[in-house]
């Protein structure tokens, strides 16, 4: 077949196991000559119109010449393996939904990152994968979606808007409780929203937590919909209390907090053990006792914005004096693109007075008392050596504190160059508590 495609000299398909287990059929064209232009996108296409899903490449290199034998064979032990790179260069995720799809591909894929335009094909997917992509794309969007329809539309960009308009699938993504992973045999990883009060930046932990784990976002009302804040942390931790019993009854309960969500989750375990239930995880990101690493008692608008826009520097940057006006603000999260781009100013006031409720909560509460070990991940300072806080915390935690030092800072901490530093360790961690839990129930 794919000598039917013009401007091709010589081809070889071969089955490659690069990975125990793995098989790949892999192609291996020659152009002739004068062709310096050989498309391979156009060769998945004209390979996808006339064969069937299980025969398609998962990959297409380009060579000068194909490896021969002393005979004049092909010598396939000299054929390359195939380079799968994500363009790291390429657009990022615009909306909610295409969060959700790049933290998809990416964890299918086993790569730490996926622009909007990469080919799920080029970066190494094949049938098998697909199958299982197109398993998890329902799981969590329920979309149902071919594979063969993948295998014409391989990118997130061309898959966006599957099943929803623009309006329904935001408002879905805002909602109290963000299914990021809604499946699994064991035990769920809910992850508290950092000051902001939404839980998208936990999409990225899909490429590392075990496939076992369902994993969801606890989120702030009032997103969705206009809703009264929380008065107190009693109030928000009886909302968020109700919703993780609502997916999971029973313990041992897995929390993970990033900056005000660490202090939300220290206080959900530490509520969760007084009535009598058990805690296998706690995972805390560059959380402090007052909910931020350093909620001041004032904060101008910039500083809302910055803590509810995900650390955008340039609302800093912006002339004149506060507060900046909201079309100004629509403005500047538009240019600065990413799944904030597409909030409508609803959304975004909501966000701003979301931020500031939750640091109102936090400077007002108490730190409890937990009783067991606490995993600490610790943004680096200014001069890249640990700034300490994990120490802050010991007068609240009876067990041992494990501390990892990134070489991020808070604000960087949920980025894919972070994450890859952070989530293995995290993986590890919820892998081992959850093997000693089952391990318990079975003695």
């Given amino acids: ?3 039917r495609f013009p401007g091709l000299a010589q081809v070889a398909v071969i089955a490659r196991e690069d990975d125990p287990g793995d098989k790949r059929l892999v192609a291996y064209v020659v152009a002739e000559a004068g062709n310096d232009t050989l498309d391979t996108e156009a060769l998945h296409t004209h390979t996808v119109g006339l064969l069937p899903e299980y025969m398609v ?21 000299a054929l390359p393996a195939p380079v799968h790179e994500a363009d790291l260069a390429g657009r990022g995720p615009r909306t909610p939904r295409e969060e959700i799809l790049c933290g998809l591909f990416a964890e299918v894929l086993g790569v730490p990152t996926v622009g909007i335009d990469d080919s799920f094909f080029e970066l190494g997917g094949h049938s098998l994968l697909a199958t299982r992509l197109v398993s998890r794309i329902r799981a969590i969007l329920g979309v149902k979606l071919s594979v063969h329809s993948l295998l014409k539309t391989p990118t997130v960009a061309a898959l966006s808007n599957l099943g929803q308009a623009d309006s329904e699938e935001q408002d879905s993504a805002l909602e109290p409780v963000l299914s990021l992973r809604p499946v699994g045999s064991r035990s769920p990883l809910f ?8 839980a998208w930046c936990y999409a990225g932990l899909l490429r590392y937590v075990p496939k076992e784990h369902p994993v969801y976002g606890l989120q702030a009302r009032g997103l969705a919909a206009d809703e009264p804040f929380p008065a107190d942390m009693d109030e928000l931790i009886e909302d968020y209390l109700g919703r993780i019993r609502a997916i999971q009854p029973s313990g041992p309960y897995s929390l993970l907090g990033w900056s005000f969500g660490g202090k939300v989750a220290h206080t959900l375990a530490a509520r969760l053990q007084q009535e009598g239930e058990q805690v296998s995880l706690l995972a805390v990101l560059d959380a402090g006792t ?4 350093s909620a001041d008692s004032t904060r101008t608008q910039r500083d809302l914005l910055e803590l509810a826009f995900d650390g955008i520097g ?3 940057a912006e ?4 507060p900046i006006e909201m079309p100004r603000i629509l403005e500047i999260l538009a240019s600065h693109g990413g799944t904030l781009a597409s909030l409508e100013e609803r959304t975004v006031a909501a966000l701003i007075d979301i931020t500031e409720n939750n640091l109102k909560i936090s400077r007002a509460t108490a730190t409890e008392q937990f009783d ?19 120490e802050v915390w010991e007068p609240y935690v009876s067990g041992h504190i494990e501390k990892h030092v990134t070489p991020f800072k808070h604000m960087q901490m949920m980025s894919a160059d972070a994450l890859a530093d952070i989530a293995p360790v995290l993986a590890r961690a919820l892998k081992k508590s959850s093997d000693e839990m089952k391990q318990a129930r079975s003695n």
């Fill in 1 to 3: 077949v794919l000598g």
């Fill in 57 to 77: 490449p998962s990959a297409f290199v380009v060579l000068d010449q194909l490896p021969l034998t002393a005979n004049g064979k092909l010598d396939r032990r």
């Fill in 191 to 198: 992850c508290v929203h950092p000051g902001g009060g939404m």
């Fill in 290 to 293: 007052g909910g931020h690493v």
């Fill in 314 to 316: 340039a609302f800093h």
């Fill in 319 to 322: 002339p004149g004096d506060d």
């Fill in 372 to 390: 067991g070990d606490v995993l600490f991940f610790e943004a680096a300072g200014r001069d890249g050596a640990s700034t300490g806080l994990a």
